[in-house]
């Protein structure tokens, strides 16, 4: 028989949201209902920061078919939260949780949520508060080691390949280049995935850059113009968080060339989304290459934060896994699981099937799990077709589309 | 009787493409077959240029399905062109017509395009060549005179109020100042499209900037800084084409300023898609005004091309009616109509519903329609909610979300 644990229990939302994020909340409170050691079920508002200032929601009182349309609204319905909680506030936090009878804590994020779970869990430990914590994953980066993959990348997956293919339509009609700034800052999976808009042959994107792969401004301007030689256009998937060979972030080092004020995060992270600056940086230095065309068009979108907000455009597979790890956290911690993040583990099987397991959280917390270099090409400048059978399950069928 | 006229028919594509511009060639190709006095089908490749270089497209082989396929894929399936013909240039198109007895021309494009089937067409009458030539209406701009709106405008209309809807969601997540530039150079009906995303109190978008109510950049600041104090953040949407007093795009200002090239088009147009310039010269601005507020995220978002080519997201009554205006156009042509543009009117009924007409070649060509003054608020950095009448039955129904 499993240990009950009778008290309430606390869900926060943290770092950049998904689509799918609020599909976990939902499934933890769903759950929940069904476990009656579970007296009061309370979602804080901006993750730590709602639990410090006890600004909490009382979950239970949502009706059924208002949890549904939550479970389908992008973006944290809870409130989300950049803040790295110092020994000062974990004290605060733990302190909150002591006065509520909290003694169960949920925490759906990425790898600093991970952390931020793991370091409130060591306070619990201490003190000797009996006390259960789960990291529910969620990141469209797809980064979090011990997973197969995460809530939210598959959807947010969906929509790169998706405009992917619609610009290599565009691009057809208007024949030039085109630079798309895809998010992941370590890891290079979302930018990866823009090849599942390749079909047939000359579907771009030519060529694709991953922070996995660095490579110096020489060699990209030079792999721009023979792929436009090749193909008489070139749609390029760069992620924001493309390196040189000395390790550095391209974003950071034109930031520094021109005088601009680097803006960081709580987690000293370089600011690279919210900003079209890489994209106008690439156009300009491909344009100097490519000057001797005569009226070459060299155009640069940032995706932005549409890859992880646009509502009614998520994947069918992530949006049940998203709903599936919520549950599966709540029922870890009934069961008597004491701590751990929730992974995702893909069945070793021909049909695509996935399920959970409870992971350490020090093996997900501040940790990055990279793209493997099986798939990325010899020169470092594309990604193999291989990638495919990885993410196309994740992401679904994309809308049919025909060229003449 | 209707006068019958015993030759062939060519179709070109022209302009910045759509996702509902293959509709109108669907819509056309589909009508033609109905009448055998239409002989041959052709398409020309990059619409003037392909016709200038006899670069055909036999379009009765295209098999049925196919069609249909066809019909939903974004961007110009015959390939699109950025080409003011000249009188040399005219001159060679028209030699093409009669060597090839073309004699019906259905042009797909914006009003840029319609001054081009003008001139062909005052070609044709001046060298008394029996001949029929139809603009097909087509810009995501909405901005065709003696249109009640513009087969592409709902589907892009779609996507940025989704986009919107989204960005607002994430904006309540992780709060702070978000801006958001939409296309539309010489009109800001899709910017103020973003305003179907409102449905409840406090929703952005905040403030809405059309190029049709010009303002100083002090006075847009002005205008965040108090929406951030109301709302504890501020999402604002701001057309491409946004002017200054003195009626000179901020855009070009902008680039005049930092000293940057100047990249202008055929039709002498400044470039202001393919940049993030201008979402980064806003966001910086604002975060010199609201410099005292800690930690304040201001991020700025170009939506760029994915607005007119995102494949699967398009509206079900755009999409129809682009259908309709291609049928129409061979339609016209078929009745003994000799030239005109066909343009979509709307019935003044309680229900929605669209039908065309055909107006003056003249009346469109080279024009550009405003959204009327009375859509926008008094202060000029609103649209109204009335403007929702005349945009929600193109644009149609968007995803559920919910707020807790």
Known sequence: MPVKLTGNACIGQSGGPTV?????????????????????????????????????????????????????????????????????????????????????????????????????????????????????????????????????????????????????????????????????????????????A??????????????????????????????????????????????????????ERLAEESDADLVTDAFDHFQLSGTGALADYLTTRIKAVLAHVPDLRVRGDTFGYLQRSFPGFHSAVDAAEARMVGRDAVRYACVGDVDGSVAIKREDARAYKAYTEVVELEAVAGKNREVPSEYVNAEGNNVLDTFKDYAMPLVGDLPETAVL
Chains 1, 2 share one sequence.
């Open 198 to 251: 390749r079909r047939r042959d000359g579907d771009s994107p030519h060529l694709v850059y991953l922070p996995e792969a660095p490579i110096a401004m020489d060699q990209f301007t030079k792999d721009v113009a023979q792929a436009f030689e090749r193909y008489g256009r070139c749609v390029v998937a760069v992620s924001e968080g493309i390196r040189d060979p000395a390790g550095k972030l391209w974003a």
């Open 20 to 196: 799918v994020i609020n599909q976990s909340l939902v499934g933890a409170i769903q759950e929940s209902a069904k476990h009656p050691e579970i007296q009061k079920f309370l979602g804080a508002r901006h993750g730590v920061r709602g639990i410090m200032e006890e600004d909490f929601l009382d979950l239970a009182t949502i009706p059924a078919d208002r949890l549904e349309t939550l479970a389908v609204t992008p973006a944290a319905a809870l409130g989300s939260v950049r803040l790295k909680p110092g020994p000062k506030e974990c004290e605060r936090v733990f302190d909150v949780f002591k006065k509520h009878n909290i003694r169960y804590f949920f925490y759906i994020g990425g790898d600093d949520s991970a952390k931020t779970a793991h370091t409130v869990n060591d306070l619990a430990r201490e003190a000797d508060y009996e006390f259960r914590t789960f990291h529910i994953p969620k990141t469209i980066d797809n980064n979090l080691m011990e997973n197969d993959h995460t809530p939210g990348f598959g959807s947010a997956a969906r929509f790169v390949a998706n405009a992917v293919r619609g610009d290599d339509l565009d691009n057809r009609s208007l024949p030039g280049v085109k630079v798309d700034i895809i998010m992941g800052r370590d890891a290079g999976w979302l930018t990866a995935a823009s090849i599942l």
